[in-house]
């Protein structure tokens, strides 16, 4: 499969001129998606290794697909691909202190987006899943917990991770709806939304509503933070962290980490702003627009 198909990366050229220090050192991909970030960083390598990780499994067999012939070479293959969350890194005896480079593109990637089965977008009716898929029977779907929350919590869900005005409005609307009959599929929260805004503001009020539930039923935010305390047991001394965010609470979370770890003397910052996609990357590829790209140095 061609990866650009999957998904575009998105600041490749600042990502590799950040990260790759040591072309035989050890790299970590931690969202691979297409794996087009991840085949950026396999060129720049001799005897490097590349391992990544994701919890979406389409994204594991397009990247089985993508580096077949890698990983044809058994012992000597220089990927490894992980299928779950990059978390999963941390509790690994052998690269504790190891890691020369550490990537995570957050957030969807354009093939989770643009499949309509995959019900993570308002644009085609699918079941009301939404979670990345690795996990899925661990946790519960987002038709799941439009079922079993209390409308407070919806309302809270839809403003702290989507930032929603018309959260309580929404959450109410939910619950109406949900007495009558399950919420089970996307066309279903759509229309439900579509009655709460006005139609001018149908499109956002939609995204954003899709954004905060996916992001409350993969725990988006809480595995970011469990991993960026991890990260300096990680790095080696000189190794780097890249984080490319999409949405203002993940850049928040990842600029407090990199300052706690820069206070305790373990990161050395890089950007002191986040570093954004040039203006022909936004022309060519919209889904870079909102894009903020922060490193990190061990020290
Ligand atoms: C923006 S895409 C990455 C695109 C990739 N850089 C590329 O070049 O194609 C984000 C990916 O991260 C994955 N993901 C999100 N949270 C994750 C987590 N906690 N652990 C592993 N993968 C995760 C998603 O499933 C998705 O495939």
Do not use: W
């Not at 987002?142 to 809270?156: F, G, V």
């Not at 869900?157 to 018309?166: K, Q, V």
């Not at 139609?199 to 954004?211: E, G, H, K, M, N």
């Not at 988006?220 to 305390?229: A, C, G, I, N, P």
């Amino acid at each position: 499969m061609a990866e650009h198909l999957y998904h575009e990366p998105v600041m490749v050229r600042e990502t590799l001129t950040l990260l790759l220090t040591d072309p035989d050192g050890i790299y970590l991909d931690g969202t691979l998606g297409g794996g087009g970030h991840a085949a950026a960083i396999l060129s720049g390598l001799r005897e490097g290794k590349l391992i990544g990780f994701d919890r979406d499994p389409d994204a594991i067999a397009a990247c089985r697909g993508a580096f077949g012939e890698e990983l044809a070479r058994g012992e000597r293959s220089r990927v490894e691909l992980v299928h779950g969350s990059y978390v999963l890194a941390c509790s690994r005896e052998d690269l504790r202190g190891r890691v020369q480079g550490i990537l995570l593109d957050l957030g969807v990637s354009s093939h989770q987006l643009d499949e309509p089965s995959r019900g993570f977008s308002y644009r085609f009716d699918a079941p009301l899943d939404l979670r990345f898929g690795g996990d899925a029977a661990s946790e519960p779907s987002a038709a799941e917990l439009l079922a079993s929350l209390d409308e407070r919590e919806i309302a809270d869900i839809l403003y702290r991770f989507g930032e929603e005005r018309s959260s309580r409005r929404i959450a109410r609307a939910i619950v109406a709806a949900r007495r009558h009959a399950p919420i089970r599929t996307t066309g279903q929260l759509r229309a439900i939304v579509e009655r709460c805004v006005h139609p001018r503001q149908r499109t956002d009020a939609l995204s954003r509503v899709f954004q905060a539930l996916r992001i409350a039923v993969n725990r988006e935010l809480d595995e970011l933070e469990r991993f960026l305390s991890c990260v300096p047991s990680l790095l080696c001394r000189g190794g780097r962290i890249v984080v490319i965010t999409y949405h203002s609470l993940e850049d928040r979370i990842v600029k407090a980490a990199f300052r706690q770890h820069a206070a305790d003397g373990r990161l050395q910052i890089l950007t002191r702003k986040p570093l954004r996609p040039q203006p022909e990357e936004i022309e060519r590829n919209r889904r870079s627009r909102s894009a903020k790209l922060r490193a990190a140095e061990r020290v």
